[in-house]
């Protein structure tokens, strides 16, 4: 049986050495993230016969007296689908991403109300509380994950948003 020797100080084998670990590098990458491929995102989806919109309010509650600190960030996010006379339930959504250029704020939707009301049946409604302490005025992008029942996640994006209030 013949051995082979590597030279350890070939300029071959230490090409290849570093090409191995750049390349085993940048696979571990994830190969989608809601806020670096955003412009990916699309604002309208088509899932079936469905046309999926987002409608995004972002607000800061500015009652007197509620938030001693300054009062957190809330968002409500309505799904509605176009044309139906109710919004399919096999399609739902569970989180957000919010950001402003340097911020970013990433939660759970809760308090799901399906239908939003009587008169607007094919229209659903997410919210969720306790996000950063921006200014009334602050322009954010959101992303939500839209979850399909058999075809998995997909994602929605509304961009400059503009921070609301409530007094």
């Known amino acids: 049986m013949r051995r082979v020797r590597f030279n350890l100080s070939s300029p071959l084998l ?7 670990i750049l390349a085993a590098g940048s696979a571990c990458r ?3 993230s809601p806020l670096e491929d955003i412009d990916r995102i699309p604002e309208v989806l088509m899932v079936n ?15 007197p007296g509620a938030h001693p600190e300054g009062p957190p960030l809330h968002i409500v996010v309505f799904l509605k689908a176009e044309g139906l006379d109710r919004f399919p339930d096999y399609i739902g959504a ?7 250029g340097t911020e970013t704020w990433t939660t759970q939707l809760t308090n799901e109300e399906r239908p939003y009301s009587q008169a607007e049946p094919n229209k659903i409604a997410f ?7 921006w200014e009334v005025g602050t322009k954010a992008d959101v992303v939500v994950r839209v979850i399909v029942s058999g075809k998995g ?3 929605l994006r509304s961009l400059n948003n503009i921070v609301g209030a409530v007094w």
Not at 14 to 20: A, P, S, V, Y
Not at 94 to 100: A, F, M, Q
């Open 14 to 20: 230490l090409t290849l050495c570093l090409t191995l």
């Open 30 to 32: 994830n190969p989608f």
């Open 49 to 63: 016969s469905a046309k999926i919109t987002m409608e995004v309010h972002l607000y800061l509650d500015l009652m």
């Open 94 to 100: 569970d989180k957000v991403w919010v950001t402003n």
């Open 127 to 133: 919210s969720a509380s306790g996000g950063p302490k």
């Open 153 to 155: 996640d997909l994602y």
